[in-house]
């Protein structure tokens, strides 16, 4: 288990992950890799079958056969590393039919690739996603056998860049409560933010009071200042 001294929050490292397409001409070093191999291994699996198997690439022809196969993606090549995730369709098949062969073996893969872009992130290294390429190609080369199937290419390096945050939906558009299309109107209110909610309600009482004390008569403009006060120390 990788142990770090300034170990990143896993929701720190999430939102901070970015897809990495620019390496320095640096070695990765192998305990590295390790620590995301073993990332990928803890990945969660259908039945806990682990499916898959990773393939690390660090032959100079091969990376720059395979980028080629990735549709010509030859900023690949940069990368030192390449883990390549291949799915096992026997075994996938073997414990849940046509199912397992068309949809888990590809959500395991998945799962499993995610793992180990957010575990290269976690160690100060850059990684990217690659799912277009030709699988002929990539498994002749990797010599892969005809009942696995690769799913993912993930280039690992030292990143030589820093890309701005994408700009994502709010959550209040990808959720919905109870059926699809039906969307969340108070969405501080679902997901129990109370602070959200009392301070909207601070507001209502404060815009509330401050709506009656324009209507007191002159008289009561005392009490009036009395109530402001209170409401500035809130």
Same mark, same amino acid.
């Given at each position: ?24 001409? *640096?070695?990765?070093?192998? !305990? ?17 079958? +682990? ?5 690390? *690439? ?26 390549? &995730? ?16 068309? #949809?888990?073996?590809?959500? /395991? ?5 995610? /793992?180990?872009? #957010? ?14 390429? !030709?699988? /002929?190609?990539?498994?002749? &080369?990797?010599?892969?056998? !005809? ?8 280039? %690992? ?26 969307? %969340?109107?108070?969405?501080?209110? &679902?997901?129990? !933010?109370?602070?959200?909610? %009392?301070?909207? /309600? ?16 002159? +008289? ?10 209170? #409401?500035?120390?809130?």
């Amino acid at each position: 288990m990788y142990k770090n001294n300034n170990p990143m929050d896993v929701f720190e490292c999430i939102a901070a992950r970015r897809s990495i397409r620019k390496f320095l001409d *640096v070695p990765v070093e192998w !305990d590295k890799i390790g620590i995301i191999l073993d990332a990928g291994r803890n990945a969660p699996t259908s039945g806990n079958i +682990q499916d898959w198997n990773f393939i690390v *690439v660090q032959d100079e022809a091969n990376r720059k056969t395979i980028a080629e196969a990735c549709l010509r993606q030859h900023w690949m090549s940069q990368a030192p590393v390449y883990i390549v &995730v291949c799915a096992d369709l026997k075994k996938s098949e073997r414990f849940y039919g046509v199912r397992g062969n068309r #949809l888990y073996s590809i959500q /395991n893969s998945a799962a499993a690739v995610q /793992n180990m872009l #957010l575990a290269a992130h976690a160690i100060g290294l850059g990684a990217c996603w690659v799912g277009a390429f !030709d699988e /002929n190609v990539i498994s002749r &080369v990797l010599n892969i056998p !005809d009942h696995a199937r690769p799913q993912a290419v993930i280039p %690992i390096g030292y990143a030589a860049e820093s890309p701005e945050p994408q700009s994502k939906y709010p959550i209040t558009t990808v959720t919905f409560l109870e059926a699809y299309g039906n969307r %969340i109107k108070d969405i501080d209110a &679902v997901m129990h !933010d109370y602070s959200m909610v %009392i301070e909207k /309600n601070l507001k209502k009482a404060r815009a509330g009071a401050e709506k009656g004390i324009r209507k007191l008569p002159k +008289q009561g403009k005392g009490f009036a200042e009395k109530i402001r006060e209170k #409401l500035r120390k809130k």
